[in-house]
């Protein structure tokens, strides 16, 4: 394999997770140890700051700040939502990174942006334009096919899961019989993170909280929940719900949403825990209900994000790099879960139009027959995926983040019209 | 001074905070230290408990759950909302004190638990029955009067600041002038944890997050919020608001209030994040509004605990023993803070009734005149508030929490009706 010289452009796109800048990390120190890498930019939002040649020049911002983006939320390079759809597009990404020199895209996303790595990566190669094009997975949906797991999902579990024992404590002290306390977890069409609330619990607690998960694979059906909660209000004295925000009845109706839709179609949810609170006041006479919706919290929490998750993320931005300079293309990082009982990852390849146009769902007999709690298979893969804590520096009692100067690469196109 | 012999009795009254079993740490970790002191009694869920003689024995709890106390969220003993009314009540509480031989009394708990606390000692005192009375201080609302601050404020801001600059990140990432995020902050009546978010801002950074606060103490101006909403998402392409949920318009009426009350006559609210969004999105078109509401989660998040304030709980509650070894009664602790400018924090005593009645306001000046963020004053108040972190020790990923055997103390009255 002869050696590519060349610059990187790293983009990230969609929803920010806690840890998508560890990623940004990894690419960035692992990039630094190749001599056939030269600049290192970094794209403004996503595809939209690439096609306004909007780029940023990462070699030339301080260790310490590059350091810090481990333990970051949010996208500290901007991030879109933008899908690219006319050729002229593609073509003008094309233009972009011919203008600069740019061998090495490594873009962090989940499926849409997998997808649009993908046809970027096609272009080039009917362009005969040498371009090695790796994505790097994102998303607290954990919903991308192939990899174990997805960087990004740990932590809004892990944040999930804490607060759900935290506002357990709280409920416990105030319950008499009549509180029914409701967390509405994201999780647009799967209930990854909505099930992941089970690692509150306790080992061999079963009746420890959460009390109900309901989930977007289980239709809701009023009656049973609420004669579930009726039975833990009468155990317990109060009941904790983690709902997710799809969750959808028999007919496949949302229990809640609004008539918007984002960039990509994809109904805009939220409500479903006011929802559900409504349902139980209307059902159950003299309860009081009180509903917590963390919304956006779930997934910047960076002061409690999971260090495995953390780690991961770093390393698959370094694995991107690596698998880039020994010639691969067109492919994904996965992370790979050992065989053996003791929790090992490594990372591994996929060819980017499997993940584009794969989903991975949440198995259906890792939910306990009751419908609203999970069993062991589903709490073996995901306890250790919320593992260890960072150690994130505070100033003034505040967690202080990255702030990257970027510089501007100069701009050599004519503009274009987004 | 003739020391008085006999047991104690520790209570903690109203909506818990990630702080106030501290405060119940400090009383047993204090009385111990005393001989005059026999058995050290916990009643469960405040008042109600006491009533019916739910008593437990502390002394017999092992030290590491009494330790375990300082980082965990809730009350430990359960609390209530019940209102003593009748003359009859307060009768019993003095039988259960008698059959128990309760010379110590120490209630943990806001305005109306200090009240009724007030009202059992002056009881006694018409009875000549010899009982000590000292009220600890606890609310995340801090409008307890006298004392500088409660025990409970500083975690709550410390978790709303923390919160404010990890989404702000999300924010920042996706905004392209068209973002609104709202993060909905608990405070029935006064704006002190709204007003705490301005602690997200970096020293000198007046254009940081949250660009706009708004409080109860200012009327809500509908036009004049869409105004400085239109300027941040100009300058910032994204804006980020607090909002109280206790905030009004020009004529006192809620933004969002349902209709139902407490038991101590108080509207419960919540939603006012919501009624902005939609005011909002109705007023700037082709807005996108994000509204995050945390909840109970502001007031259980232990984890992210301010070590000032949890340290300070738990020095309450050492205050009170000593000062009711000392003779004193009918007191609560108050917090007092050093002259310097270097924060120091001592405790004193001020009187039961005038703790009950009285009310601290948020001090208009130290909003600025915008009306919508905080000026130095309030600042220089609240930033020694959240200072440090407290280490939980964590299992498998999540924190863990105190758990107390509850030992029941033999009940030697006839039942009670409550």
């Given at each position: 394999m002869a050696e590519l010289q060349g610059n990187v452009l790293v983009g990230q796109s969609g929803g920010p997770t806690s840890v998508i800048n560890a990623s940004v990390a990894g690419i960035v120190a692992e990039a630094l140890n190749h001599e056939c890498i030269e600049e290192i930019y970094g794209g403004l939002n996503g595809v939209l700051g690439i096609l306004q040649e909007d780029l940023i020049d990462l070699a030339s911002e301080s260790q310490q700040q590059i350091r810090a983006l481990r333990h970051t939320p949010g996208a500290a390079l901007g991030t879109c939502r933008y899908k690219l759809k006319k050729q002229q597009d593609f073509e003008r990404v094309l233009e972009v990174f011919k203008a600069h020199n740019i061998r090495y895209f490594f873009y962090i996303g989940?499926?849409?942006?997998?997808?649009?790595?993908?046809?970027?990566?096609?272009?080039?190669?009917?362009?005969?334009?040498?371009l090695r094009v790796i994505g790097v997975p994102k998303t607290i949906d954990n919903d991308l096919p192939v990899t174990d797991h997805c960087p990004g999902y740990g932590s809004a579990v892990k944040y999930l899961a804490t607060t759900v024992r935290e506002i357990a404590c709280d409920n416990e002290a105030m319950g008499q019989g009549d509180l029914v306390s409701i967390v509405e977890a994201m999780g647009r069409s799967a209930g990854w993170i909505a099930a992941g609330a089970a690692l509150a619990k306790r080992k061999d607690h079963p009746h420890d909280p959460?009390?109900?998960?309901?989930?977007?694979?289980?239709?809701?059906?009023?009656?049973k929940v609420l004669e579930e909660v009726r039975r833990v209000l009468k155990r317990e004295k109060y009941c904790l719900i983690v709902v997710a925000e799809g969750l959808v009845d028999a007919d496949g109706n949302y229990l809640a949403a609004d008539a918007s839709t984002d960039a990509f179609g994809h109904a805009r949810l939220g409500g479903a825990g006011?929802?559900?609170?409504?349902?139980?006041e209307a059902g159950i006479p003299g309860v009081k209900v009180r509903v917590a919706r963390p919304g956006l919290i779930q997934r910047s929490a960076a002061h409690l994000a999971s260090k495995a998750d953390s780690d991961e993320a770093f390393l698959a931005g370094q694995a991107a790099v690596r698998a880039a300079i020994n010639g691969e293309t067109d492919k994904m990082v996965t992370l790979l879960r050992g065989e053996s009982d003791h929790y090992t990852c490594e990372t591994g390849l996929a060819p980017l139009g499997e993940i584009a146009n794969g989903i991975k769902k949440l198995p259906l007999d890792w939910i306990n027959e009751d419908g609203v709690s999970m069993n062991f298979q589903f709490l073996r893969y995901v306890q250790p995926l919320i593992q260890g804590e960072n150690t994130l520096p505070y100033d003034?009692?505040?967690?202080?983040?990255?702030?990257?100067?970027?510089h501007r690469a100069d701009k050599?196109?004519?503009?274009y019209e987004v």
């Amino acid at each position: 394999m002869a050696e590519l010289q060349g610059n990187v452009l790293v983009g990230q796109s969609g929803g920010p997770t806690s840890v998508i800048n560890a990623s940004v990390a990894g690419i960035v120190a692992e990039a630094l140890n190749h001599e056939c890498i030269e600049e290192i930019y970094g794209g403004l939002n996503g595809v939209l700051g690439i096609l306004q040649e909007d780029l940023i020049d990462l070699a030339s911002e301080s260790q310490q700040q590059i350091r810090a983006l481990r333990h970051t939320p949010g996208a500290a390079l901007g991030t879109c939502r933008y899908k690219l759809k006319k050729q002229q597009d593609f073509e003008r990404v094309l233009e972009v990174f011919k203008a600069h020199n740019i061998r090495y895209f490594f873009y962090i996303g989940g499926n849409d942006s997998q997808d649009t790595a993908d046809k970027i990566s096609k272009l080039a190669q009917e362009q005969n334009y040498e371009l090695r094009v790796i994505g790097v997975p994102k998303t607290i949906d954990n919903d991308l096919p192939v990899t174990d797991h997805c960087p990004g999902y740990g932590s809004a579990v892990k944040y999930l899961a804490t607060t759900v024992r935290e506002i357990a404590c709280d409920n416990e002290a105030m319950g008499q019989g009549d509180l029914v306390s409701i967390v509405e977890a994201m999780g647009r069409s799967a209930g990854w993170i909505a099930a992941g609330a089970a690692l509150a619990k306790r080992k061999d607690h079963p009746h420890d909280p959460p009390h109900i998960i309901l989930l977007p694979e289980v239709a809701f059906n009023q009656e049973k929940v609420l004669e579930e909660v009726r039975r833990v209000l009468k155990r317990e004295k109060y009941c904790l719900i983690v709902v997710a925000e799809g969750l959808v009845d028999a007919d496949g109706n949302y229990l809640a949403a609004d008539a918007s839709t984002d960039a990509f179609g994809h109904a805009r949810l939220g409500g479903a825990g006011d929802a559900l609170g409504e349902i139980i006041e209307a059902g159950i006479p003299g309860v009081k209900v009180r509903v917590a919706r963390p919304g956006l919290i779930q997934r910047s929490a960076a002061h409690l994000a999971s260090k495995a998750d953390s780690d991961e993320a770093f390393l698959a931005g370094q694995a991107a790099v690596r698998a880039a300079i020994n010639g691969e293309t067109d492919k994904m990082v996965t992370l790979l879960r050992g065989e053996s009982d003791h929790y090992t990852c490594e990372t591994g390849l996929a060819p980017l139009g499997e993940i584009a146009n794969g989903i991975k769902k949440l198995p259906l007999d890792w939910i306990n027959e009751d419908g609203v709690s999970m069993n062991f298979q589903f709490l073996r893969y995901v306890q250790p995926l919320i593992q260890g804590e960072n150690t994130l520096p505070y100033d003034n009692g505040v967690p202080v983040f990255a702030r990257l100067e970027k510089h501007r690469a100069d701009k050599t196109l004519p503009a274009y019209e987004v």
